[in-house]
């Protein structure tokens, strides 16, 4: 999860929020964007796709597609016009809270290849938690519980459970006990 005090946040927060607005205080888009609106897609289903900055990726989920070998951000659709979807970008980019808030409740579930460095490790809210995960198993055991029940399973175990839950939870503490 990310908060909005994290720089990434915050930098793209002000990244967007440098960009131009139209009178009516909607974002400009690129004029290739048949709206013209920053991050607002016209036609048939209005829709919103938030590009996502390369160091945020790892929120990028898969309806949003990719953008030829990596994921490009966060699709929402569903809006009853162009209109509504323009006030909803201007609501997201209203804060670096809101913003964070967006990016926490996104699918999170792009699977392909984002051509970069792996993802940062998940860190849980109980900074004790974090101790004694990292003084009893490692990356690898991290990496390996994403990839048999998915980042957002682990995470949100990470996050909320204790060090004996969570070993409960992903049976880690029956490996250990063997290997003893």
Not at 107 to 126: H, V, W
Not at 139 to 158: E, F, S
Request: hydrophobic letters at 35%; one cysteine or more; glycine letters at 6%.
């Amino acid at each position: 999860m990310v908060t909005a005090n994290d720089s990434r946040v915050v930098s793209f927060y002000n990244f967007i929020n440098g960009k131009p607005k139209n009178n009516q205080g909607h974002f400009i888009g690129s004029k290739q964007n048949e709206t013209g609106l920053l991050y607002v897609i016209g036609g048939d289903h209005v829709s919103i796709q938030v590009w996502l900055p390369p160091e945020l990726l790892d929120y990028a989920n898969a309806a949003a597609g990719t953008s030829g070998k990596r994921a490009v951000g966060i699709r929402v659709t569903g809006f009853s016009s162009v209109t509504r979807a323009a006030e909803e970008i201007s609501r997201i980019f209203s804060s670096p809270d809101a913003l964070a808030c967006f990016i926490n409740t996104s699918e999170c579930d792009y699977t392909g290849s984002t051509n970069r460095l792996p993802a940062k490790i998940i860190m849980p809210a109980n900074p004790a938690t974090t101790d004694e995960f990292w003084n009893r198993y490692n990356r690898d055991t991290l990496q390996n519980l994403i990839a048999k029940y998915g980042r957002k399973t682990v995470q949100q175990a990470y996050n909320t459970l204790t060090m004996s839950e969570f070993e409960a939870m992903f049976e880690l503490n029956v490996t250990q006990m063997e290997m003893a």
